[in-house]
């Protein structure tokens, strides 16, 4: 039997799960097709890094490892749903979590002494940040909106804000000793083992990293941020704020970027308050409260400090003196600054453009916003879309084209897999990156507080890339752009190897072109308001960006994407969409028993992952994908979507239309009589039955519902309160 691997992940989409998983299973089996789960939340990763501390009872096997090899292989058919990609803060509520349920796991420790306690951090940091998607993606990513979601957006406009030629919203970044500029790269001339290691002044050489293999054609970087000069910028990027009377507002990606992106976020916050750390800030670090965790995790602290009320008055006055911050949430006093995975940048400015530019300021209403994106690798494709938008007005979503992206993200690549090579400096010195000969291949001086760190791409990826880049452009028919900026030095080893592999492959009468980002998002976007599509072909950073910014703009939303990951061994790994309003959407089952999550991205990631099955020669998979999809249409254009308040279809509902129209597609089909027969008398019940489904599924609406948890809700407890309909759930019964 084959079998389709569902992945349980965190929050809505997981919930999410226990309703539609049930229809999941039921359908594939009528197509002889296994649908297993492997746990690989935020939960799970930790239960499974610490069993020894636990009892044999409540041991679970290691999944994302698992995944991880199934991933290698050609049999692998990975449904991967949206993650938590865990913040400091999030760990450290999760593992409280844990602990209240009875599992004995470690606290997380934040200064350890000892090896014991060293060895418990180092799990955890394993676990925290991006720890999923590098593992499981052994692919490149080609991620689109398809025909039937972007013809309903057309139909159904979604709002838009209205851009003024006046707005004074912008992006700041450093533009220099960044990243971006201090940037060095090589390409190996064969397979070597490096090491990267630090050198005194006085000549003591510390070594950071050892044991690092590479391979023959990989591109391996490497850079620093410069501290004195982030603060200066920080300083001035508050003061402007304040000249200007625009919302104060900074986008790091703290989840992804987990050891580089707090440590920056530590900085914004020390910037905006500079005499509270000034007076405090001694106070504040004996008592392990770091302004890398955002400055709601200070605020919680500080009653259990002497001096605790002091530090509040001189964050109130701090807070009232500097520019008016962006707020998270207005009515509850959560800013900008208070939680490092709060405002992730590849979702926080698409919803910023897409709202005249603004933010939510202190008095729960939009303001013009200055941007801060420190690292200046990116920041220029925002500015480049907001300075559209100032001279042309918002977009039009019944009329803009759409901007599909083929990414390179395979075997950790670029700045994603960076996280066990980034360090913060304690000491002046210089940071050598050697190969096994003992030959320094990339160096770079540095000061205590700088932010170092490594990138490795390795060269089969790239050649995928190129390849996935071609053929989409072949069967689209449409222009291809790699984003790439001759003027970085990473870059300029990707655009050599972009060109001599492109030369494998035939692009007679194919667009393909390389520009630099800034001058890319201009094209993209000029064609946009044109009704015109552009392929973008990035790296791995600009491959999230762009999956959220143009789907937000032409769709409202990046999670009724369709991302599909051809591994390069011959499996599929099918990604569904993003989850960056999860949290919101739990809070609300949690207080009114209303779940407003959208799952199209599993039913788009699902139909693919059954026309998979059916390359591998089972044609009654091939069946339940095309009858999916029009099932799929169907939805959106009868308007069975989530809705987005109490008494109307939620995600519970939306499941039994989706499953109901399945039915009725796999009914009528004619390509299997059999699969057809079967699922008449399912496709009957169902109609027959909805009125009465709809109203079991309503009727629990309104009321607290008890989960068991967040982070790991009871199963029990989730699985009655998301599948409250027992006249659906005995239907979907008869197909077992």
């Given at each position: 039997?084959?079998?389709?691997?569902?992945?349980?992940?965190?929050?809505?989409?997981?919930?999410?799960?226990?309703?539609?998983?049930?229809?999941?299973?039921?359908?594939?089996?009528?197509?002889?097709?296994?649908?297993?789960?492997?746990?690989?939340?935020?939960?799970?990763?930790?239960?499974?890094?610490?069993?020894?501390?636990?009892?044999?009872?409540?041991?679970?096997?290691?999944?994302?490892?698992?995944?991880?090899?199934?991933?290698?292989?050609?049999?692998?058919?990975?449904?991967?749903?949206?993650?938590?990609?865990?913040?400091?803060?999030?760990?450290?509520?999760?593992?409280?979590?844990?602990?209240?349920?009875?599992?004995?796991?470690?606290?997380?420790?934040?200064?350890?002494?000892?090896?014991?306690?060293?060895?418990?951090?180092?799990?955890?940091?394993?676990?925290?940040?991006?720890?999923?998607?590098?593992?499981?993606?052994?692919?490149?990513?080609?991620?689109?909106?398809?025909?039937?979601?972007?013809?309903?957006?057309?139909?159904?406009?979604?709002?838009?804000?209205?851009?003024?030629?006046?707005?004074?919203?912008?992006?700041?970044?450093?533009?220099?000793?960044?990243?971006?500029?201090?940037?060095?790269?090589?390409?190996?001339?064969?397979?070597?083992?490096?090491?990267?290691?630090?050198?005194?002044?006085?000549?003591?050489?510390?070594?950071?990293?050892?044991?690092?293999?590479?391979?023959?054609?990989?591109?391996?970087?490497?850079?620093?941020?410069?501290?004195?000069?982030?603060?200066?910028?920080?300083?001035?990027?508050?003061?402007?704020?304040?000249?200007?009377?625009v919302l104060f507002s900074v986008h790091l990606k703290a989840t992804m970027m987990k050891v580089s992106d707090p440590i920056i976020?530590?900085?914004?916050?020390?910037?905006?308050?500079?005499?509270?750390?000034?007076?405090?800030?001694?106070?504040?670090?004996?008592?392990?409260?770091?302004?890398?965790?955002?400055?709601?995790?200070?605020?919680?602290?500080?009653?259990?400090?002497?001096?605790?009320?002091?530090?509040?008055?001189?964050?109130?006055?701090?807070?009232?003196?500097?520019?008016?911050?962006?707020?998270?949430?207005?009515?509850?006093?959560?800013?900008?600054?208070?939680?490092?995975?709060?405002?992730?940048?590849?979702?926080?400015?698409?919803?910023?453009?897409?709202?005249?530019?603004?933010?939510?300021?202190?008095?729960?209403?939009?303001?013009?916003?200055?941007?801060?994106?420190?690292?200046?690798?990116?920041?220029?494709?925002?500015?480049?879309?907001?300075?559209?938008?100032?001279?042309?007005?918002?977009?039009?979503?019944?009329?803009?084209?759409?901007?599909?992206?083929?990414?390179?993200?395979?075997?950790?690549?670029?700045?994603?897999?960076?996280?066990?090579?980034?360090?913060?400096?304690?000491?002046?010195?210089?940071?050598?990156?050697?190969?096994?000969?003992?030959?320094?291949l990339m160096a770079h001086d540095v000061e205590a507080g700088d932010i170092w760190r490594a990138c490795q791409t390795k060269d089969?990826?790239?050649?995928?890339?190129?390849?996935?880049?071609?053929?989409?452009?072949?069967?689209?028919?449409?222009?291809?752009?790699?984003?790439?900026?001759?003027?970085?030095?990473?870059?300029?080893?990707?655009?050599?190897?972009?060109?001599?592999?492109?030369?494998?492959?035939?692009?007679?009468?194919?667009?393909?072109?390389?520009?630099?980002?800034?001058?890319?998002?201009?094209?993209?976007?000029?064609?946009?308001?044109?009704?015109?599509?552009?392929i973008s072909v990035t790296g791995n950073v600009l491959r999230d960006y762009n999956t959220d910014l143009f789907p937000i703009l032409?769709?409202?939303?990046?999670?009724?994407?369709?991302?599909?990951?051809?591994?390069?061994?011959?499996?599929?790994?099918?990604?569904?969409?993003?989850?960056?309003?999860?949290?919101?959407?739990?809070?609300?089952?949690?207080?009114?028993?209303?779940?407003?999550?959208?799952?199209?991205?599993?039913?788009?990631?699902?139909?693919?992952?059954?026309?998979?099955?059916?390359?591998?020669?089972?044609?009654?998979?091939?069946?339940?994908?095309?009858?999916?999809?029009?099932?799929?249409?169907?939805?959106?254009?009868?308007?069975?979507?989530?809705?987005?308040?109490?008494?109307?279809?939620?995600?519970?509902?939306?499941?039994?239309?989706?499953?109901?129209?399945?039915?009725?597609?796999?009914?009528?089909?004619?390509?299997?009589?059999?699969?057809?027969?079967?699922?008449?008398?399912?496709?009957?019940?169902?109609?027959?039955?909805?009125?009465?489904?709809?109203?079991?599924?309503?009727?629990?609406?309104?009321?607290?519902?008890?989960?068991?948890?967040?982070?790991?809700?009871?199963?029990?407890?989730?699985?009655?309160?998301?599948?409250?309909?027992?006249?659906?759930?005995?239907?979907?019964?008869?197909?077992?």
């Open positions: 039997m084959a079998t389709i691997i569902y992945t349980l992940t965190d929050e809505a989409p997981m919930l999410a799960t226990y309703s539609f998983l049930p229809v999941v299973q039921a359908f594939a089996s009528s197509a002889g097709v296994d649908v297993e789960t492997r746990d690989i939340s935020l939960a799970g990763r930790i239960l499974a890094v610490f069993p020894e501390y636990l009892t044999p009872e409540q041991r679970t096997g290691d999944a994302l490892t698992e995944l991880g090899q199934l991933a290698t292989t050609p049999e692998a058919n990975i449904i991967k749903l949206p993650n938590v990609s865990a913040s400091m803060p999030q760990l450290k509520a999760a593992v409280a979590e844990l602990q209240g349920q009875g599992f004995a796991v470690p606290d997380y420790p934040d200064d350890p002494q000892t090896d014991a306690e060293r060895d418990v951090r180092a799990r955890y940091d394993k676990v925290k940040g991006s720890a999923v998607n590098p593992v499981l993606r052994e692919g490149n990513s080609d991620r689109r909106a398809p025909a039937a979601v972007k013809n309903y957006a057309r139909n159904h406009p979604h709002s838009m804000g209205a851009w003024s030629s006046g707005s004074r919203t912008n992006v700041s970044t450093m533009g220099a000793d960044d990243f971006r500029s201090n940037e060095q790269s090589v390409v190996l001339s064969g397979d070597d083992t490096l090491a990267i290691r630090h050198v005194a002044a006085d000549g003591t050489t510390t070594t950071l990293r050892e044991g690092l293999t590479v391979l023959e054609g990989e591109v391996v970087d490497a850079t620093v941020m410069r501290a004195a000069s982030l603060d200066a910028f920080l300083r001035e990027q508050v003061a402007r704020a304040k000249a200007e009377d976020f530590g900085h914004v916050v020390r910037a905006f308050l500079p005499d509270v750390f000034e007076r405090f800030g001694a106070d504040l670090e004996a008592a392990g409260l770091s302004p890398n965790n955002g400055l709601g995790g200070i605020l919680d602290g500080l009653s259990a400090l002497p001096n605790g009320a002091e530090i509040k008055a001189a964050i109130d006055r701090g807070l009232a003196d500097g520019p008016r911050l962006a707020m998270v949430n207005s009515d509850k006093g959560i800013t900008n600054l208070h939680v490092p995975s709060d405002v992730i940048v590849d979702a926080s400015m698409p919803a910023m453009i897409r709202t005249s530019g603004h933010m939510w300021g202190p008095d729960g209403e939009e303001h013009d916003t200055l941007a801060v994106i420190p690292d200046s690798s990116y920041a220029g494709v925002y500015q480049a879309v907001i300075e559209d938008c100032r001279a042309h007005g918002a977009f039009d979503p019944r009329t803009m084209g759409s901007v599909p992206n083929v990414g390179l993200m395979a075997q950790k690549a670029e700045e994603y897999g960076s996280h066990d090579k980034t360090f913060e400096m304690t000491d002046a010195g210089r940071v050598e990156v050697v190969d096994a000969a003992g030959e320094v089969a990826p790239i050649r995928d890339w190129v390849k996935l880049a071609v053929t989409r452009a072949r069967a689209s028919q449409t222009p291809a752009v790699f984003w790439l900026d001759d003027s970085r030095a990473h870059d300029r080893n990707l655009i050599a190897k972009v060109e001599t592999y492109l030369a494998d492959h035939d692009t007679e009468g194919l667009d393909i072109r390389v520009l630099s980002p800034v001058e890319a998002a201009r094209l993209s976007v000029e064609r946009i308001r044109r009704g015109e599509d552009t032409e769709l409202g939303t990046s999670a009724k994407m369709l991302s599909v990951v051809p591994l390069m061994n011959g499996g599929g790994l099918f990604e569904t969409g993003a989850g960056g309003s999860a949290p919101k959407h739990v809070q609300q089952l949690v207080q009114e028993n209303y779940l407003r999550w959208d799952s199209l991205g599993e039913f788009l990631a699902l139909a693919e992952s059954f026309r998979h099955e059916a390359t591998n020669g089972n044609a009654r998979a091939g069946v339940l994908g095309e009858a999916l999809d029009r099932a799929t249409e169907r939805l959106l254009n009868e308007n069975k979507s989530p809705a987005r308040r109490v008494g109307q279809i939620d995600n519970r509902g939306s499941h039994f239309w989706l499953a109901r129209y399945w039915a009725e597609e796999l009914a009528q089909q004619t390509d299997d009589p059999e699969l057809a027969s079967r699922f008449t008398s399912v496709s009957e019940q169902l109609v027959a039955h909805a009125e009465t489904i709809d109203t079991e599924l309503i009727a629990v609406q309104g009321s607290p519902a008890d989960i068991g948890g967040y982070y790991r809700p009871d199963g029990a407890k989730a699985a009655a309160v998301m599948r409250p309909s027992a006249t659906f759930n005995r239907i979907l019964a008869t197909l077992g």
